[in-house]
């Protein structure tokens, strides 16, 4: 379904098809997929300034699955990178809660799954999403309303809720004051500044 | 920039955050630098959904948008902030909020 959607809003944004599909190919994130399709318009800078902002949340979960797998090969670890989602990032936490035994082959068949499913659904609205009205099915919403769903999980301290706090109020005085290119990065930075000044 | 540099552009960096201590295991930076890793990303996806929720013609407005940001709030809240139930949540409240006031 979101890769549907993600197909949809690229090609309405001025991808090519074989691009997009080939973004859902290489890239593997949904959040920084549907984030490129938004600031594609506000040009290579923000793209790029919140892509790697999105990235940074890979970083404890790629030094927490590294323990979770334990001894493997290189080309074993960086296959278990390729697809470090959100979704196969819990799928594989909750394995090991369970005591699910090999935790490298558990998350190897989770980023099968949803592989196939991102790039096939990503290639479907890519190739029939002309026909499709984005505003019309509601589909530009499901993009800000993933954000807010990976944001509720993340919300764990009191700290957490400041953050959201300070992140609306910047993002909507960001609206009125910086151009549209800026708006999200201006506020997330703000935001986080002043989040990580503090301490639980 | 060309399209599909700056997707090869946005692959490097997403693979090379998920493969960096995946690659050669070391400890999370702490301190301030990780306290900043950590609420980031969480500042980055609450101004991403504003912006789209609140403003999504590129200034704020009272638009169905809101009926969906309402219903993400509370199906976070409601399926113990589950990715699926906020969205499925915000995209009822959504289309509520679109049959009443169009």
């Known amino acids: 379904m979101f890769g549907i959607a993600f197909g949809v809003l690229a090609i309405r944004a001025g991808l090519a098809p074989w691009v997009t599909v080939l973004s859902s190919f290489i890239v593997v994130s949904g959040a920084a997929q549907f984030a490129m399709v938004g600031l594609l318009a506000a040009g290579p800078g923000p793209v790029l300034i919140a892509t790697t902002g999105l990235a940074l949340r890979h970083l404890p979960m790629s030094a927490k699955l590294a323990d979770l797998i334990g001894e493997r090969s290189l080309p074993t670890r960086l296959s278990l990178a390729w697809v470090l989602t959100d979704e196969t990032f819990g799928l594989t936490l909750r394995a090991s809660q369970a005591g699910v035994p090999d935790l490298a082959a558990y998350k190897a068949a989770a980023d099968l799954m949803l592989y196939s499913a991102w790039v096939g659904g990503t290639a479907v609205g890519a190739f029939v999403g002309r026909t499709i009205d984005p505003a019309a099915l509601g589909i530009d919403v499901l993009f800000a309303l993933l954000f807010l769903g990976l944001a509720a999980p993340l919300l764990r301290t009191r700290r957490d809720w400041i953050v959201v706090g300070l992140a609306v109020a910047a993002a909507l005085l960001a609206i009125a004051v910086l151009p549209e290119a800026w708006q999200v990065t201006g506020a997330a930075t703000v935001a986080a500044f002043i989040g990580t000044a503090i301490r639980e | ?102």
């Not at chain 2, 009926?67 to 990715?83: E, I, M, N, Q, Y």
């Open chain 2, 1 to 102: 920039m060309n399209d599909l540099i700056l997707i090869l552009l946005v692959a490097v960096i997403t693979f090379g955050s998920r493969a960096v201590f995946l690659v050669r295991r070391r400890q999370v930076p702490e301190g301030l630098v990780g306290r900043f890793l950590e609420v980031f990303p969480l500042a980055l996806f609450i101004a991403l959904a504003t912006t789209g929720l609140a403003a999504p013609d590129g200034y704020v407005a009272v638009t169905p948008a809101l009926g969906g940001a309402a219903g993400g709030v509370v199906g976070a809240f409601a399926t113990r902030r589950s990715l699926v139930g906020t969205i499925l949540i915000g995209a009822a409240g959504y289309w509520l909020a679109r049959m009443l006031v169009g």
